[in-house]
């Protein structure tokens, strides 16, 4: 990661409250790359939800906080060899409760994949909690390497 990016987000991370839409998203990431169960689920709103668009197995909306911590971020945890998970904060832009994260998500999948992919989230967050999420990725990446029957399938499909 950009050291002087890392810096600007410490810096930012440490000095704003800790309800600041900011700061909570920050912490937030900080939480699922170090792995911390109990601040990532203390950092969402009980009816929250999670967007996360396309046509993949994960692909819908994440109703609710255990929802969103337990399935959808569980089990995509499932799919990673353990230890491998490396998430680095590439950017944060925040206006008012809305708040733009862009991250680096680096593992090595139970199939022996190499998973790569870049990720946005718009990110809303209201009295020091995570409210929604919509988040972007490289679907395809994450088709190829994390559901290949699905994606084997829907080529098979298409050309046939």
């Known amino acids: 990661m950009n050291t002087a990016v890392n810096s600007t987000i410490a810096t930012a ?5 800790a309800t600041d839409p900011r700061s ?32 993949l197995p994960s692909s819908k909306i994440w109703q609710g906080r255990e929802a ?14 353990p230890g491998t998970v490396e998430i680095a904060l590439v950017s944060v832009l925040a206006e008012g409760e809305r708040v733009v994260a862009e991250w680096t998500s680096k593992a090595r999948t139970v199939r022996g994949a190499a998973y790569d992919n870049r990720c946005l989230g ?17 679907t ?3 088709a190829a390497t994390l559901f290949p029957e699905d994606a084997a399938d829907a080529a098979n499909a298409a050309a046939g």
């Open 13 to 17: 991370s440490a000095t704003a409250t």
């Open 24 to 55: 909570v998203v920050i912490r937030y990431v900080e939480a699922v790359r170090d792995g911390d169960a109990a601040v990532i689920h203390d950092s969402f709103a009980p009816d929250a939800t999670w967007h996360y668009p396309g046509s």
């Open 68 to 81: 969103i911590v337990n399935d959808f971020l569980g089990g995509m945890g499932t799919v990673f060899v």
């Open 122 to 138: 718009i990110f809303t967050v209201r009295e020091g909690r995570i409210t929604s999420v919509i988040e972007y990725a490289d």
């Open 140 to 142: 395809h990446h994450v």
